[in-house]
């Protein structure tokens, strides 16, 4: 799967095998565009401290470690970046994806991927997991992969030349230009109008989403008012 093609300036580390691609460009100095795909992952990481499972020949597993030439609070945006990066990439390839506010990708209201941002002493790094060729997946999940839609199996390194390079055109503009992003996120969004629960650092929400704000923020209609969410730890359609 080796021989693919990476953006400019970018490079490609291949694995056989990590505890988490996150951790591993965490760790030691790697410059920055680092991209390094594994292919079995011993210590994936989700979310909220989730396990991540990724299974060899079917999921692809990576993390790119990005040093931004924007202000640091505004790193967080590459979530954002990676999230319409990926849905992109899915609809190159003949899927209809929807975003999960801030970063999962669904299809048909199940979960194909998702995006896990994290900082590092050099930058921030950008971890993506996708189902691809996941014959089975565990049904409290609730998630679907590629392959459970329509059949087509993938190679990861089809599916990466495909991504790479929406990646690090998308994550380069979470600055000045920022707008054009946000339009790609909102017109994907799958909670604009729909009644959600929340979790955040400020406690439990629930309101009817009324969409995303110019600064990727969440607006939610709640009993007391207009909320605006910035970072949820759960989101829950209800
Ligand atoms: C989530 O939806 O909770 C985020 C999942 C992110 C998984 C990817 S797989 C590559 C990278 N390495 C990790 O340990 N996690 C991310």
Redesign the pocket.
């Known amino acids: 799967m080796n021989g693919i093609q990476a953006p400019d300036g970018w490079s490609i580390v291949w694995l056989p095998e990590v505890d ?4 591993y460009l965490r760790r030691g100095s790697h410059p920055p565009g680092t991209v390094v795909v594994a292919e079995r ?1 011993t210590s ?4 909220r401290d ?1 396990r ?1 499972h ?1 299974v060899e020949g079917e999921s692809l ?3 790119v470690l990005i040093r931004p030439e924007v202000p640091i609070a505004l790193w967080s945006r590459l979530s954002l970046a990676a999230g319409l990066a990926a849905s992109e990439c899915l609809e190159t390839m003949g899927y209809e994806v929807g975003i999960k506010w801030p970063n ?1 990708l669904w299809i048909l209201g199940r979960k194909v991927a ?3 941002v994290e900082s590092s002493d050099a930058g921030a790094v950008v ?3 996708m189902n691809l060729n996941n014959r089975r997946l565990d049904p409290e999940l609730e998630a679907t992969s590629l392959l459970l839609e329509d059949g087509r199996d993938w190679e990861v390194g089809e599916v990466l030349e495909l991504l790479l390079p929406r990646l690090a055109a998308w994550s380069s503009r979470i600055g000045a230009d920022f707008e054009e992003l946000i339009d790609g996120v909102r017109r994907r969004c799958v909670l604009s109008g729909r009644r959600v629960r929340l979790q955040t650092s400020r406690g439990g929400m629930e309101g009817q989403v009324i969409g995303i704000g110019a600064r990727g923020e969440l607006r939610i209609e709640t009993p007391e008012g207009v909320e605006t969410v910035i970072q949820a730890e759960q989101v829950r359609l209800l």
């Not at 988490?20 to 951790?23: K, P």
């Not at 994936?44 to 979310?47: I, L, P, V, Y």
Request: neutral net charge; aromatic residues 10%; without cysteine.
């Open positions: 988490s691609t996150n951790d992952q994936g990481r989700g979310r989730n991540w990724s597993t990576f993390s999962d998702g995006i896990l971890g993506i997991g």
